[in-house]
């Protein structure tokens, strides 16, 4: 080997301790840059509360959901489970048709109110007396003067309204007309409390807890609405609107009675015939459950067992009317059916009878 100069040897060393000391830097900027993650890490770490917090919507969230319900690690679990589905189905139908019905209500009963207000403030002329009868009185008491006749002048009245008063006839039309207008107030406001009990029991229906909690909740509120009447309350509402409604209509006729009787005839007629239709459909609901035509009115009357006594009056007639038509569709079948006719036995060939009965007056030949 050949030997190195001093020269070269002194550049070897500093060569050596250069890379000795920038292995160093990278070392010391290595552990800076792990200081620094150490920190940001120190400074991302959750701290307990920050923790319970996450926890508990976890859990909530876990409440919430089905997937125990599928698991199917218990038998109540799976009941409440399915439970719950099936109340939510319940719930979303009660609430909708409720919800509309209200809304009906209160739409009809502002409209309708609107009417019957108008219509009252157009008959109020008919409780007060007529200015233009003073002022006719007074004209006749000066002619009277101008013509000599102090004594009649003297003996009429110089102010008719002071002996006025409404017929009985108006009275009782403007007791009518207010009623149908009270009414109808009601019912919007008893549209207004339902909204209000249903957004309650959307709301509160469950509360809070664990689901077995939460569906015991809610059956003891439904449980609540069977035994409070909660329908029969709800489903008065469109029935006070109604009511309201027939009242409208008979004061109308009445007032235009006093004033025009064959314009009210139009009105009468209207009314009367309204008022049958409602009431035959009525009736067809209590008799037959499964008609149609259900209204408020007959779910009300069927909780109140009405249907039992219709159906007692209403059955002997039925099959008697059956019976009837029964009846005339077989001689409206003999009448118009060629084929069957009716001759002697003697004249019979023998086969339609047996040989004891062939001394029978008449029998059927086809």
Request: hydrophobic residues 40%; negative net charge.
């Amino acid at each position: 080997m050949c030997c190195l100069s001093e020269g070269e040897k002194d550049m070897a060393e500093k060569d050596v301790v250069e890379k000795d000391v920038g292995e160093q830097d990278v070392v010391e900027k290595d552990v800076d840059v792990v200081e620094k993650d150490v920190d940001v890490v120190e400074k991302d770490q959750p701290t307990l509360s920050e923790l319970a917090s996450v926890m508990k919507q976890v859990l909530d969230v876990l409440q919430d959901s089905t997937i125990a319900s599928k698991s199917g690690k218990d038998h109540r679990s799976r009941f409440w489970g399915v439970y719950k589905r099936v109340a939510e189905e319940h719930d979303g139908e009660f609430l909708e048709r409720y919800t509309s019905d209200m809304d009906i209500v209160l739409v009809f009963s502002g409209l309708f109110s609107a009417v019957s207000t108008s219509f009252i403030v157009a008959m109020e002329s008919n409780l007060n007396p007529n200015p233009s009868d003073t002022t006719n009185a007074l004209l006749t008491q000066l002619v009277q003067i101008g013509l000599g006749n102090l004594t009649v002048a003297g003996t009429a009245a110089a102010a008719p309204g002071s002996t006025w008063s409404p017929s009985p006839t108006t009275v009782w039309i403007q007791m009518i007309a207010y009623a149908s207008l009270s009414m109808s107030l009601l019912a919007a406001f008893g549209a207004v409390l339902g909204k209000q009990w249903l957004g309650y029991y959307k709301s509160n229906r469950y509360g809070r807890g664990s689901q077995e909690e939460r569906g015991k909740r809610r059956q003891e509120t439904f449980d609540g609405i069977i035994t409070w009447y909660f329908d029969a309350v709800v489903q008065s509402f469109p029935v006070l609107l109604q009511i309201s409604l027939l009242l409208f209509g008979i004061a109308l006729g009445a007032n235009l009675w006093t004033q025009q009787p064959s314009i009210a005839w139009v009105i009468i007629a209207t009314t009367t015939f309204g008022f049958l239709f409602y009431s035959l459909t009525v009736m067809a609901c209590l008799i037959s459950p499964a008609c149609p035509f259900q209204t408020p009115i007959s779910t009300i009357l069927r909780m109140l067992r009405i249907d039992k006594v219709l159906l007692l009056i209403f059955t002997p007639a039925s099959r008697y009317i059956q019976q009837l038509m029964m009846s005339a569709h077989g001689e409206l079948y003999c009448l118009t059916c060629p084929q069957v006719f009716t001759i002697p036995c003697q004249v019979c060939c023998g086969d339609c009878l047996a040989s004891s009965d062939r001394d029978g007056p008449d029998c059927l030949k086809h």
